[in-house]
Structures are given as structure tokens and as C-alpha cells.
């Protein structure tokens, strides 16, 4: 029944034939693409196999792809982006990003596409922001009449450590292809069902940072703890202490995670060890809350110190990781609320809903220039109703996280980006 309902509606006149039914023509071959995708993970920095697929398929759709694009502060790295360029005449420039890379989570969905990269997981949903892209493209280009300008397809590498989008821009992104007047773009969402759209104007994701904090103190025996400056002790002290930085030094109007996820320090039972090591991730939405808190987190380990005794020499060591760190995500209002009104004409109003700032991080809002450029990023639902209800639904970066039907999350994700370009560039379908 599927095969007869595609050849029937191959045989409607193009200019007939709906996004949707445009869709359905070409959404099999769209999901061997998914599922391929889904199946070969490539880790950041390491997207090798996946940019040349991307930037082959665009090719085939008639764009003007470069790839590998970019550049990275370590020359040993290669910046794997991807640049497809469609001109269509006088008119702006818009940007469309898709990311390219995977998680290293083991994966557990049971899927019989699973991934083959053992360790390795599309875990996050970037083989369903490919795929939409693909999609979207195809449709684009075959709707050259009903828009004009220039669309700047952006493949960008290694979004899960943020280094992808400033390798872009590095490597001389608008420079070479020129500076777009919007750029926009979809991220799956584990917290909204399947066929929907969420949309947040302004801070919509916080602002992430990186810090490692070496707490020294003076090692020795266990069994002589008088003779020492214990880390440990110190080290579990400093980390209740933070806690108190969101509790205690800010307003709850103004959120504030500080995590420590990773702890290591010490060889043996019966030995205190010289270091214990922190590894912590901040997260912000506001400049000014970002810096207080980053002050604080340097300023209580050292307080905590020197209550403890530990000689000036071995003070705490800060250190602020500058590549694992980027700014909140900034939608700007204008430019989001003509984007989820462009989908809702498509999709039906009830299918596009205002969801809350997530405290999750992204880097696609560098591309946006520090406000020179307006940029929205929307959420493209993944969600199973039922899990959501029930409070079971797998979240992003979840071994057993998979999109709630992928045919519905690629044919809602489609029709959105294809709305939003022919809304950007002066056209409605």
C-alpha cells in the first residue's frame, strides 16, 4: 500500500503535490540514510566518513559543497565541516546547520541498526538532524521557484565537545562563503512527544564551563593522619562547598548547576595522597551570573585550604578549560517567533508549543556572531508519549535513547526547516 500511495503521488504535478506528499515520496530512501548513519557513529573530531557522506549526497542534490572545512587551535586535528552552498538569485543568505558527530556510549536500544562502533553512539540524535537536513535540501532545491537568495547548508563536526562551530569560523566559514542575514537550525528533544515543535525565545540553553581544580595537600601514612594535609578530606569538603554557590550566593531566579562528575586521587587504602583531582561542568545562562560563579569556584577551594592549614605552595590549582566552554544559546526573539509561526502554517499551530530553557549546552550560537547575526535554534520532538507520561522516556545521551518513530520525527523536522527557508526567503508555499 505505501509503494502504491509514493507512485501515486509521483504522478500528481509537482506544483500539486504538498510538503508532506513531497515527503513521502522520498522518505524511504531518507530512512536507509538515517539508519545508515545511525549505524556508522563517528566520535568528535573523528567524523571523517560521515562529512564525505554528507557533502556527497548535497553534491548529488546539485549544491556547491566543500568539505573538509575549518580549522582547530591543534594542527593534528582535522576540522571535518561541511559547506553547501545553493544560490537562487538576488536575495538573503540563510544558514541551516546539521551536527555530525556521535557520543562514546555504548549503545542499548535493541535496534537491529544499532551502532557497529563499538563504544560509539548516535546517542544524541545528530543522525536524525543529518537526515533532515538531507531531506530539507532536496526539497529546497526542488522548490527553487518559490524562494530567493542563498542557502548556506552547514555539516558541523564535534558539537558534543563545542569546538566544531569555532573551528568553522576559524577556518574562515563566512569569510570565504560569505556572512548570512539568519541562521537557523533543529536539535531532537527528548522531552517532547513525536510530531511536534518547541520553540524558546531568548536564553534557551545555558552556558556551559569546563573546570578542573587540583586540591594539594601534604601526603603520608593513613595510619598517621595527624602528620598530613589530607586532600581527600579537603577535596570532599570543596565539593558540599560549591554546592552552597547555587544555594546560597545566587538568586533561584537565576539558575545555576555546579556538578562535579568526575573524582579521582590516591593509589591505596593506607596512603593519603599529595592531589585529589575535580572535574567539574558549571552551567549558566547570564555573563554576569556566569563570571560570579566562576570566581566562586576558585575563590572557596582556596578558603577551604587555608582554614585546612595547607601551606601557601600547595594552594589549589584552577583551571578553566576555554575549548570545552562556550556561551549560552541566544534565540532571538524576532527571528524565533517568525520561524515557529512559519511551521505552524505548516504543521497545524497546535503542533508548535513554547517549551522551558534547558540547562543543556550548545556552540551552534557562535555562529550568530555575538548578536551580529540573529540565529534561532528550535527542538524537533523525539519523544514517546507514553514513556513521557510515565516518566520512562530515555533522555539525550542515554545508551537506549532512540527517536519515538523516526518516519514522524524526520517528516516533522523536514517540513519545519523547509517552512522556516521559504518563510526567510521571501516565499510561503
Same mark, same amino acid.
Given at each position: 500500500m505505501k509503494r502504491l500511495a509514493i507512485l501515486l503521488l509521483m504522478a500528481l504535478p509537482l506544483a500539486a503535490q504538498s510538503l508532506d506528499q513531497r515527503i513521502t515520496a522520498i522518505l524511504p530512501g531518507l530512512l536507509d540514510t538515517y539508519r545508515?548513519?545511525?549505524?556508522?557513529?563517528?566520535?568528535?573530531?573523528?567524523?571523517?566518513?560521515?562529512s564525505a557522506l554528507v557533502g556527497q549526497r548535497l553534491r548529488e542534490l546539485g549544491y556547491d559543497v566543500t568539505t573538509p572545512f575549518g580549522k582547530y587551535p591543534d594542527p593534528a586535528l582535522t576540522c571535518y565541516g561541511v559547506v553547501a552552498i545553493l544560490k537562487n538569485g538576488n536575495g538573503p543568505t540563510l544558514l541551516v546547520r546539521?551536527?555530525?558527530?556521535?557520543?562514546?556510549?555504548?549503545?542499548?536500544?535493541?535496534l537491529p541498526y544499532a551502532s557497529t562502533n563499538a563504544g560509539v553512539m548516535h546517542a544524541c540524535g545528530h543522525d536524525v538532524h543529518m537526515t533532515t537536513l538531507l531531506g530539507a535540501a532536496k526539497l529546497i532545491a526542488d522548490l527553487k521557484s518559490q524562494w530567493h537568495g542563498t542557502v548556506m547548508l552547514i555539516g558541523q563536526?564535534?558539537?558534543?565537545?563545542?569546538?566544531?562551530a569555532q573551528g568553522m569560523l576559524a577556518g574562515g566559514l563566512y569569510e570565504r562563503f560569505g556572512k548570512p542575514d539568519f541562521a537557523i537550525a533543529l536539535h531532537d528533544w527528548a522531552g517532547l512527544e513525536s510530531g511536534r515543535v518547541g520553540y524558546r525565545p531568548a536564553q534557551f540553553m545555558a552556558a556551559t564551563d569546563s573546570v578542573n581544580l587540583t586540591i594539594r595537600g601534604v601526603g603520608g601514612h593513613g595510619a598517621a593522619p595527624q602528620s598530613?594535609?589530607?586532600?581527600?578530606? $579537603? +577535596?570532599? %569538603? &570543596? /565539593? $558540599? +562547598?560549591? %554546592? &552552597? /554557590?547555587?544555594?546560597?550566593?545566587?538568586?533561584?531566579?537565576d539558575p545555576v548547576v555546579v556538578t562535579v562528575g568526575r573524582l579521582e586521587g590516591g593509589t591505596k587504602r593506607n596512603i593519603i595522597p599529595d592531589d585529589v583531582?575535580?572535574?567539574?561542568?558549571i552551567r549558566t545562562f547570564?555573563?554576569?551570573?556566569?563570571?560570579?560563579?566562576?570566581?566562586?569556584?576558585?575563590?572557596?577551594?582556596?578558603g577551604?585550604?587555608?582554614?585546612a592549614g595547607v601551606p601557601d605552595d600547595r594552594a589549589p590549582v584552577y583551571e578553566h578549560l576555554d575549548a570545552e566552554s562556550v556561551a549560552a544559546t541566544y534565540n532571538d526573539p524576532a527571528l524565533t517567533d517568525r520561524f515557529q509561526k512559519a511551521i505552524g502554517r505548516e504543521l497545524g499551530a497546535d503542533k508548535v508549543v513554547l517549551i522551558d530553557p534547558?540547562?543543556?549546552?550548545?556552540?551552534?550560537?557562535?555562529?550568530?556572531?555575538?548578536?551580529?547575526?540573529p540565529t534561532a535554534l528550535l527542538a524537533l520532538g523525539a519523544a514517546d508519549p507514553a514513556k513521557l507520561a510515565s516518566n520512562t522516556q530515555p533522555g539525550l545521551h542515554s545508551s537506549k535513547f532512540a527517536p519515538y518513530v523516526p518516519e514522524t520525527v524526520l517528516r516533522t523536522g523536514i517540513r519545519a526547516v523547509v517552512a522556516g527557508v521559504l518563510d526567510l526567503l521571501g516565499a510561503r508555499h
Open positions: 545508515t548513519l545511525h549505524a556508522n557513529p563517528e566520535l568528535s573530531t573523528q567524523e571523517a566518513k560521515t546539521t551536527d555530525l558527530d556521535a557520543l562514546p556510549v555504548t549503545e542499548q536500544t535493541g563536526p564535534a558539537e558534543e565537545v563545542v569546538k566544531g598530613t594535609k589530607d586532600p581527600v578530606v $579537603l +577535596a570532599a %569538603q &570543596t /565539593i $558540599l +562547598a560549591l %554546592q &552552597t /554557590i547555587a544555594s546560597r550566593e545566587h538568586s533561584p531566579l583531582r575535580l572535574y567539574l561542568t547570564k555573563p554576569e551570573v556566569r563570571q560570579r560563579v566562576l570566581d566562586s569556584v576558585q575563590r572557596i577551594p582556596k577551604l585550604a587555608l582554614a534547558a540547562m543543556v549546552s550548545e556552540d551552534f550560537g557562535l555562529f550568530g556572531m555575538s548578536g551580529q547575526i
